[in-house]
């Protein structure tokens, strides 16, 4: 079990360029969320999946935001056109229906910063 | 609503006092709760649990007790270190739906 994992870690970016994050949460877990988190803040939800399906997406996720799960395994979060207020750092996280507790586990996450 | 309320920080101590963070929580139901500590530039770490009322979750010597009677999950531990020094995030989670966290409480250890 190598925890969840998040690329890229870090990302500057210019203004209405384009972004990408990948993650791949631990094995076989079913359920996989996106985060938002800003300075001094808690995460905020954004999205998440229940195996390659959306269930919900939050008012935060504007139509510039789009996140993939095509397999049921790793999830993308594309930003198109960013903005400075997209500047933060976006966290992914997976459980499984089966663990015990509902625990739900959070990678190191990756930081924007649009310039 | 469904919310977490943190006692905001940042919480100031010396090294080896004893530390509370107070959590109170609204729900509908019986969600299960958590307690995740972030460390600076890190992603956040399960610190500790529990999944129904009067259970306590303990972990790396904190403690926190399920109370219904006060909808509150407050972190203790009795003799804190410099290394305790994080970001420390009340959380709860209704059965199958999403993680909602408080606005984190920033603690600061001094030698």
């Known amino acids: 079990d190598t925890g969840v994992s998040q690329n890229p870690r870090h990302k500057i970016t210019k203004r209405g360029q384009n972004v990408t994050f990948r993650c791949d949460p631990i094995?076989?877990?079913?359920?996989l969320y996106w985060y938002r988190q800003t300075l001094g803040q808690g995460p905020e939800f954004l999205t998440y999946f229940q195996n390659e399906a959306q269930l919900e997406k939050s008012r935060l996720l504007s139509d510039r935001f789009s996140a993939e799960r095509p397999k049921g395994s790793f999830s993308t979060l594309e930003i198109q056109r960013t903005e400075q207020g997209d500047s933060a750092m976006y966290l992914c996280?997976?459980?499984?229906?089966?663990?015990?507790?509902?625990?739900?586990?959070f990678g190191e996450g990756s930081w924007l910063t649009v310039v | 609503g469904n919310s977490v309320t943190q006692m905001e920080g940042p919480v100031t101590l010396s090294e080896e006092a004893f530390l509370t963070i107070n959590c109170t929580y609204t729900a509908t139901g019986y969600p299960s709760l958590f307690w995740y500590v972030q460390y600076p530039g890190e992603g956040l770490q399960l610190l500790l649990k529990?999944?129904?009322?009067?259970d306590k979750g303990s972990n790396k010597g904190f403690e926190a007790t399920y109370r219904k009677e006060t909808t509150s999950f407050h972190l203790e531990k009795g003799s804190v270190q410099v290394s305790d020094s994080a970001v420390y995030f009340c959380?709860?989670?209704?059965?199958?739906?999403?993680?909602?966290f408080g606005t984190g409480t920033r603690l600061l250890v001094s030698p």
């Open positions: 996280a997976s459980r499984s229906d089966r663990s015990p507790g509902n625990t739900i586990y």
């Open positions: 094995s076989e877990h079913n359920r």
């Open positions: 529990a999944t129904k009322a009067d």
């Open positions: 959380a709860r989670l209704p059965s199958f739906q999403k993680l909602v």
